[in-house]
């Protein structure tokens, strides 16, 4: 960012009340990435929360800043749209664990590996909340719900993993309980060149109340742990996905400073100068 | 005597060059003068299958794909099996000597020319055959080759010696059919050109048309017969300033376009008929929070994958009814080529002025027929931009943001529906959303609400149903009215001049927005019809059952689904044996 003023984390707190259910763990989140605007200094008016659908899907709403709440799954390819159509703008998209791994998960690998520069935080309480409750891709083996009667037969995906496999620019996991740490890593998202994946685990108290369980399981990465080891990071995630922090960095030249560089050395044109090229009868493309 | 034009059909072997061959005569003799049109048929095969090449020629601008072919050179035996049912009474069958014989029916109108034994003498290769294939129709129909044979050297100049080698095929063809074969068909030669001349497919015209617009980001996923907008804008975007990115899937394309239309940028995609019912939902979003974006439908046969390299109109409805809710969207659909440039233009126009998704149908024959047309001029074609928050930036409201004011009123209701549209990265943040919501964009679930919302976002296009461009040829009153849509255009205006012959008074009305119609005009020009007949590349009529239903107008179906465009003579004998009596009879 060029410019430098001083934001509280509350000018970026919209006047609309967020309809999430009390204890929710997507207030911690909200909360976390007002405080990394304000460290940032963030400007509303150039920067942009993308969402796709669930209860994660009205996070821009909260925001004063420019939202844009797409439809289910497709947060990413719209946040892709957006930043290469206006490199210069912040780009964040949020999402649920459904919204992205589920109806969106055809795009996560994408994102990556096209290293688009955009942070990707997704709020994961391993359930479907807004629909009251059914399994998601990130649900428990043999975990009930009102649409795995009998026990979940499907087994969680490894987001972690994926994201490492997919080679992610940025790699990371939270909580929204962990808020100091949440904030650090949306912030190093952020600042981090590249695609920023921050899965944070988000509980939800209405349809699946893990945050007991997750208070008490999750550790934080040893401080010996070197992110740019890619196969320590994958052997960290496929070990222990509980643990938080950084996993993976792995910067790289962005989407958009590759299409950057490409502009810059065309030779500039028109479309009256397409038309030369037919009137020359020289048809092939 | 010589013919005003003639039709010319190359048929063979997928990888024999009989499309290549076809190319460059086409452009040839667009060099020389000669107006064109072609049509081509290929396998959906990656290699190998028969495949088939024609193109119209002739003194003046050319219309429609031809009735007949007058001169089918077969390369092999299959290109005679399949094809020659399509040679009229008088054509003539020029056939491979090595490799393909003739039914007796055409032993006196046909003749043997060996083409790979000619490439071998005088190129030094047998795969010269398809470049003594075409100096062998340019011998016989005495085209002047010097244009196309500086085509040929520009061509294969990265090719070492097949440039000379083509040449001398070339050469060899002609010299031969001027020794061998009579002078059996002429066509009338060319007057000098007017204005400039072009000769382009409309896949490409659409390129250049969304590039004069200023193009800046698109987003799409390979599909028969779009592929090639996408290749051609990947290689051109970047000397526009702009991108174009190949993405995992159509949902993908339209969401990034949606997120880049959102953002300032004037945004397009294109695909085919299963592309588009992937992109159904988005273009309900689109629809809903009011995001200008171009979606280009070049049609293939369907239902499901059908016949991918075949052309069919059968995405009307799709186009104008796809998407759950009911979502307001522009469609148009161009006539011919040059017309996919003035449509790709105005398409972009929609979207900006209205702040909607414009669907853009082309279709197969359409996107890669080469057509000779007079090169547009594009300082003519006006290109319009949506209303922008910084361009009423004074006494508008907008509330300077970071202070936790509400939202800047982007959905505000107004006298046209249209409401200005902040731009991401200046004042005026809000949440675009496809939840149903307020003037600040803020979710609301009242009735009121809902109500004033659709009204808003439908009411934006009465202005365009008003005003929308339509083409009218005949009089205002005549005995059949031939009412379509997109690329039968054409092969109408040709079948109303040979009704005209027979002592047939006919119109045609080509409407070029087709959502929302133009009702009250169809309806006046309707009244002056005894009888109207809607010619559709399609099966169930849905162009005539939208007349029927939002016109309340009577029309006649003519519904074909060969996979091949209509020809002139289709429409006017099903008019001449089915509408003329009934006419007269209810007269």
């Known amino acids: 960012m060029t410019e430098t003023i001083v934001r509280d984390p509350k000018a970026y707190k919209s006047d609309l009340k967020p309809i999430w259910c009390p204890g929710c763990g997507d207030f911690g989140v909200l909360a976390a990435t007002f405080r990394a605007f304000s460290e940032?200094?963030?400007?509303?008016?150039?920067?942009?929360?993308?969402?796709?659908?669930?209860?994660?899907?009205?996070?821009?709403?909260?925001?004063t800043s420019y939202g844009y709440h797409s439809v289910h799954g497709r947060a990413l390819p719209t946040a892709m749209g957006v930043k290469m159509a206006n490199p210069d703008?912040?780009?964040?998209?949020?999402?649920?664990d459904g919204d992205g791994f589920a109806i969106g998960g055809g795009h996560f690998p994408h994102a990556a590996r096209r290293n688009i520069d955009i942070t990707y935080v997704v709020m994961n309480n391993e359930i479907y909340g807004l629909t009251k409750?059914?399994?998601s891709p990130t649900s428990q083996h043999d975990q009930k719900s009102p649409s795995s009667p009998f026990g979940n037969t499907e087994s969680p995906l490894n987001t972690m993993a994926t994201a490492i496999a997919a080679d992610a620019s940025f790699v990371a996991r939270g909580a929204s309980f962990r808020a100091k740490e949440l904030t650090e890593l949306i912030l190093a998202g952020i600042n981090n060149k590249g695609f920023s994946?921050?899965?944070?685990?988000?509980?939800?108290?209405?349809?699946?109340?893990?945050?007991?369980?997750?208070?008490?399981?999750?550790?934080?990465?040893?401080?010996?742990h070197d992110p740019s080891d890619r196969a320590a990071a994958f052997a960290r995630a496929l070990?222990?996905?509980m643990t938080l922090g950084v996993y993976y960095k792995h910067e790289r030249p962005t989407m958009v400073d590759q299409f950057e560089a490409l502009k810059k050395a065309a030779k500039p044109s028109t479309a009256d100068e397409l038309l030369d090229g037919y009137a020359l009868g020289l048809t092939a493309a | 005597m010589a013919l005003p034009d003639i039709t010319l059909q190359l048929a063979g072997e997928s990888g024999e060059?009989?499309?290549?061959?076809?190319?460059?005569?086409?452009?040839?003799?667009?060099?020389?003068?000669?107006?064109?049109?072609?049509?081509?048929?290929?396998?959906a095969e990656i290699k190998g299958g028969p495949c088939m090449f024609q193109v119209r020629i002739g003194a003046n601008r050319i219309k429609s794909i031809g009735n007949h072919t007058d001169l089918l050179v077969c390369f092999n035996q299959e290109g005679f099996d399949l094809q020659h049912e399509t040679v009229g009474p008088e054509g003539i069958i020029i056939a491979d000597a090595e490799s393909c014989k003739v039914t007796d029916e055409f032993a006196d109108r046909s003749f043997e020319v060996p083409f790979s034994q000619i490439a071998e003498e005088a190129g030094g290769s047998r795969r010269g055959k398809n470049m003594v294939v075409v100096g062998t129709v340019c011998g016989l129909l005495d085209i002047d080759t010097t244009a196309l044979e500086q085509l040929i050297l520009a061509r294969y100049a990265h090719k070492g010696d097949v440039g000379e080698a083509n040449i001398a095929s070339l050469r060899a063809g002609g010299d031969n059919a001027r020794q061998n074969l009579p002078s059996v068909l002429n066509v009338d030669k060319p007057g000098p050109a007017e204005r400039e001349r072009i000769l382009l497919s409309g896949n490409q015209a659409i390129v250049a048309g969304s590039l004069h617009a200023g193009l800046s980001y698109y987003a799409g996923y390979p599909i028969t017969p779009a592929s090639d907008i996408l290749e051609s804008l990947a290689a051109r975007l970047p000397r526009h300033g702009g991108v174009a990115i190949q993405t995992e899937d159509e949902i993908a394309a339209l969401a990034s376009v949606l997120g880049a239309g959102y953002t300032g940028a004037k945004a397009m995609t294109a695909t085919s008929g299963p592309g588009l019912s992937l992109m159904s939902e988005l273009i309900g979003l689109a629809g809903t929070a009011e995001i200008p974006a171009v979606i280009v439908d070049s049609m293939r046969a369907g239902p499901s994958t059908g016949m991918p390299t075949k052309t069919e109109q059968s995405d009307l409805n799709q186009a104008v009814y796809g998407s759950h809710g009911e979502a307001p969207r522009v469609v148009i659909a161009p006539t011919t080529v040059d017309d996919c440039l003035t449509c790709a233009v105005e398409a972009f126009n929609a979207a900006e002025t209205y702040q909607v998704p414009v669907i853009l149908l082309s279709d197969q024959s359409l996107s890669h027929r080469l057509e000779t047309v007079e090169r547009p001029d594009l300082s003519e074609i006006e290109v319009e931009d949506r209303l922008t928050l910084a361009d009423v930036a004074s006494g508008n409201g907008a509330s300077p943001n970071g202070d936790g004011n509400s939202a800047y009123p982007r959905y505000k209701l107004t006298e046209s529906g249209i409401s200005p549209m902040p731009i991401p990265g200046t004042p005026g943040s809000y949440v675009s959303t496809g939840i149903e919501h307020d003037e600040q964009g803020h979710p609301s679930y009242t009735g009121e609400i809902h109500q004033a919302m659709q009204d808003k976002r439908w009411k934006k296009l009465d202005a365009l149903a008003a005003g929308s461009r339509v083409t009218v040829t005949g009089a205002e009153k005549a005995q059949v009215g031939i009412l379509g849509w997109g690329s039968t255009e054409g092969a109408a205006i040709e079948a109303a001049e040979l009704l005209a012959a027979e002592g047939v008074t006919a119109a045609t009305f080509y409407?070029?927005?087709?959502?929302?119609?133009?009702?009250?005009?169809?309806?006046?020009?309707?009244?002056?019809?005894?009888?109207?007949?809607?010619?559709?590349?399609?099966?169930?009529?849905?162009?005539?059952?939208?007349v029927r239903s939002d016109c309340e107008v009577p029309v006649v179906q003519l519904n074909q689904i060969s996979g091949r465009p209509f020809t002139a003579k289709q429409i006017a004998d099903f008019i001449t044996e089915n509408v003329k009596t009934a006419a007269g009879a209810a007269a």
């Open chain 1, 40 to 63: 940032l200094g963030l400007d509303p008016d150039k920067t942009v929360i993308v969402s796709g659908i669930g209860c994660s899907g009205r996070f821009p709403g909260f925001v």
């Open chain 1, 89 to 96: 703008l912040e780009v964040i998209a949020v999402g649920g």
């Open chain 1, 133 to 135: 409750g059914q399994v």
């Open chain 1, 197 to 224: 994946f921050i899965d944070a685990y988000s509980p939800c108290t209405s349809f699946n109340n893990t945050t007991q369980i997750w208070k008490d399981g999750v550790r934080y990465l040893d401080e010996s």
């Open chain 1, 239 to 241: 070990d222990d996905p």
């Open chain 2, 17 to 43: 060059g009989v499309i290549s061959g076809g190319d460059i005569f086409t452009s040839g003799a667009g060099r020389a003068g000669y107006w064109a049109l072609t049509f081509r048929t290929y396998p």
């Open chain 2, 511 to 546: 409407p070029r927005v087709l959502c929302p119609l133009p009702v009250d005009r169809i309806k006046k020009w309707a009244e002056g019809m005894d009888v109207i007949v809607v010619p559709e590349v399609n099966y169930t009529g849905q162009f005539a059952r939208m």
